[in-house]
Structure formats: structure tokens, C-alpha cells
């Protein structure tokens, strides 16, 4: 026996089941999600060194290799090998999506409709996946557009060579209210549309519990003023601002986009337009007060949201009304703008029976276009860094995000 090679296998094959079936409950929510999402979305890279080390293993012990650590990497190889077909599957189900949500000829309404090398796997980028960087993109770091230090700081990200009239995209992170950093989080999509043309900016927003709600959105729709009186410094056309984020940012997003101008939530600024064109949220927290009335709504409002998000003294039972009026679940109408939400089947964090109840009272209430896209085998956050799976959901979010401004469907 070969106790070190052995332990390393029976590791890698315990990451491995639990990224193919993630555990359901709330008391095993939080290590699915951390183990699942890096093996899931590193599956390549850990297929590659799964075989070198059984190939290093069986070199070093000629005639006495260890047969269970053998079999448990055959095992492991297999499951890598299925979640990699698993994460290919995200091509097919963000074209269907998209199709299904916005029209069979919308390629049509495109500039430049997608060719088979769009569609095809980057292998050349995902080499690299924590490479966050490209040289036709310009950064613009700690922009204050607001006064109050760096929680009040934003990102400009442009196309290398200048230009005019471009449509614009807002990234709001997530990080459960309370954590984050606009360096951390959706930088794939960013480099991905600043490198064809798009002016996107990254924005950082007060986090709890220092700051309670509704400090969040109201500093996200001051950053979202502060864009349009800037955009064309900077070469955007602030009459098209599409937003996304993902988690607590998906549910930023989701909110600045159906709480257009609402002078509740833009204290002194009540003048400024704050209107969402198209809106693309990634894994969002959709039901913020529950009132679907899932356990696990039920369960982060009363562990999370009303513990340290909101002030102490508004319990959810009797300040319910605030808590609705923070909740993109209960804030639809019908000029919500056009929207395509995407979460993945084995989300830990955001199970994603929200995304379906929130997908189903939007197109329920909307008059506009509304995209869903349920990715197989993706955990919460699978987009954080190039991945095989998040190289396609970039593409289709880009075509979506193309077909609203050519289209002007909001």
C-alpha cells in the first residue's frame, strides 16, 4: 500500500462525487458549495493531474503499485470526465435559452451573428483560469463616485482603442451582503465585453453589518447616476446601461432594474435616471422576504437578512412591507426591461427552484423579453473565473446583451 497516493485519490474522489451530487440541507449548504464549485469548474485541470499522478505512482512502484489507490483515480478520471461533458452541456442550454426567450431568428438582429468559433471552447484561455487580464482592455482603477472611502470606489473597464457612443454594462458583486469586492467577481464577462466594444464598469457598495439596508441599493443607484453623468467621458452611451451580478449582486441587479427611479430608494438624488435597459443575473437571491415561502428563503431571511442586514430592531413579522420592497420577487411589473436569468442545477447556496418561481412571475407579469437559462451541474459562483462553463454562459449573456441593444427592446 501506497498510504499518501491512496489518501490523495480517495480526496479527489470524494470532491469529485460531491461536485457530481451535491448534498441537499442547510447544515452541509456552505462546504457542498466551496468543494463542488472549484472541482466542477476545475475539472480539466484536476483530470490532468489525476493521470500524472497515477502515471508518477505506477513509475515510481514497477510491479507494486497500489490497486485501491488506482482504482479510486480510475473513478475519479471517470466522474472529472462526466463533469466536464456536464459543463459542455452549457453551450446548448444558453443557445435554447435564448431562443426560447427572445425569438428562433434573434442571431438576425445581430451585428456580427456568432460563428462556430464563438461557440467552440476557448481551451487556449481556460489554461490559465485565474488570469484575469487582457491586453486589448484598458482598467481604470478607484473611481469615488460617491464620498465615504472605498466601499464607494468603481472600475472602468474599456476596449484598449478608443471609443464613442458604446453601450454600457454595470457589475455589481455579490458576497451575501457583507462581504466582497468589485476585483473579485464577474471579471470574465467584463474583459469579455469591454474587449468588443462595451464600456463596463465594476462598482463597490457599503456591506453589512456596518452599513444596513437599504444602504446597498442605494449606493448601487448612485453609482448608477454618477455612470450616466460620466458615460461619455469615458465613451458610453448613457441612454443603454445594462446591469449583472451574481448572488447578493444578482439580486442587486435584479432590483436596480425593477425599481427604475423609485425616489424611496434615491434620497437626494431623486432627479437622476436610474432606468435599467436589460438585466443578465447570475445565481440571485430573488425572493429576499420569503414570501414564496421555501424553507430556504425562510431560512437566510431569518440566519441572514433580518440578522445582519437589516437594522436589529425590524424583525421580518413586523416590518414585512421593508423587506418586500427590497425583494426583486415582489417588485415585478410590467415594464420590467428585458431579462435573462441563469443559475446552475446544483446550486448549494440559492437552490434553483428561486430562479424558476422569480423566471415564472416575470413572464407572468412582463412585457418584455424574459431568457432562462438552467445550467447542468453548475454549482453558485461558477463564473467567478474562465471555466469551460462559464466560457459559454459568457458568450450567450454577450449575445443577449447585443440583441438588446440592437434592438432597443426596452
Not at 104 to 111: G, K, R, S, V
Not at 393 to 404: D, I, N
Request: hydrophobic share 45%.
Amino acid at each position: 500500500m501506497q498510504p499518501s497516493f491512496v489518501l490523495r485519490q480517495a480526496l479527489q474522489l470524494a470532491l469529485t462525487a460531491n461536485a457530481l451530487k451535491p448534498p441537499r440541507g442547510a447544515r452541509t449548504a456552505v462546504p457542498a458549495f466551496f468543494a463542488g464549485w472549484l472541482t466542477g469548474e476545475l475539472a480539466p485541470h484536476l483530470l490532468a493531474l489525476t493521470a500524472a499522478d497515477a502515471a508518477a505512482h505506477v513509475a515510481r512502484h514497477r510491479g507494486g503499485s497500489s490497486k485501491t489507490g488506482l482504482a479510486l483515480a480510475a473513478a475519479s478520471a471517470a466522474g472529472l470526465g462526466t463533469l466536464i461533458a456536464q459543463s459542455q452541456r452549457a453551450r446548448d442550454e444558453i443557445e435554447t435559452a435564448l431562443t426560447e426567450g427572445i425569438g428562433n431568428a434573434y442571431a438576425d438582429e445581430l451585428e456580427h451573428p456568432p460563428s462556430p468559433t464563438d461557440l467552440a471552447t476557448p481551451w487556449g484561455q481556460l489554461a490559465m483560469p485565474f488570469r484575469m487580464r487582457d491586453p486589448e482592455v484598458r482598467r481604470t482603477r478607484d473611481i469615488a463616485y460617491a464620498p465615504g472611502g472605498k466601499r464607494f470606489l468603481l472600475d472602468v473597464y474599456a476596449p484598449r482603442e478608443k471609443v464613442t457612443g458604446a453601450p454600457i454594462l454595470v457589475q455589481v458583486h455579490g458576497g451575501a451582503w457583507v462581504i466582497g469586492n468589485k476585483d473579485q467577481q464577474g471579471l470574465p464577462l467584463v474583459l469579455h465585453m469591454a474587449k468588443r466594444g462595451w464600456i463596463c464598469f465594476a462598482i463597490n457598495y457599503p456591506l453589512s453589518p456596518a452599513a444596513r439596508w437599504p444602504a446597498h441599493i442605494i449606493a448601487a443607484k448612485r453609482a448608477l447616476a454618477w455612470i450616466r453623468d460620466h458615460a461619455e467621458s469615458y465613451g458610453g452611451d448613457p441612454s443603454f446601461v445594462a446591469v449583472t451580478g451574481g448572488s447578493a449582486g444578482g439580486h442587486l441587479a435584479a432590483l436596480l432594474a425593477l425599481t427604475a427611479n423609485d425616489p424611496a430608494l434615491q434620497p437626494g438624488f431623486t432627479e437622476a435616471d436610474t432606468s435599467i435597459q436589460a438585466c443578465a443575473p447570475h445565481y440571485g437571491v430573488y425572493d429576499f422576504a420569503a414570501t414564496s415561502g421555501r424553507r430556504s428563503s425562510q431560512t437566510r431571511l431569518k440566519t441572514l437578512i433580518a440578522r445582519h442586514v437589516f437594522e436589529a430592531d425590524k424583525d421580518p413579522v413586523n416590518f414585512l412591507d421593508d423587506y418586500i420592497a427590497a425583494s426583486p420577487l415582489d417588485r415585478i411589473t410590467e415594464d420590467a426591461p428585458p431579462f435573462f436569468v441563469i443559475h446552475g442545477v446544483h446550486d448549494s447556496l440559492v437552490p434553483v427552484g428561486e430562479a424558476r418561481e422569480f423566471v415564472r412571475r416575470l413572464r407572468e407579469k412582463s412585457q418584455r423579453a424574459v431568457a432562462y437559462a438552467e445550467i447542468s451541474g453548475a454549482q453558485h459562483a461558477f463564473d467567478v473565473f474562465p471555466s469551460i462553463r462559464s466560457a459559454h454562459v459568457v458568450r450567450g449573456v454577450e449575445r443577449f446583451l447585443e440583441w438588446s441593444y440592437r434592438t432597443g427592446s426596452s
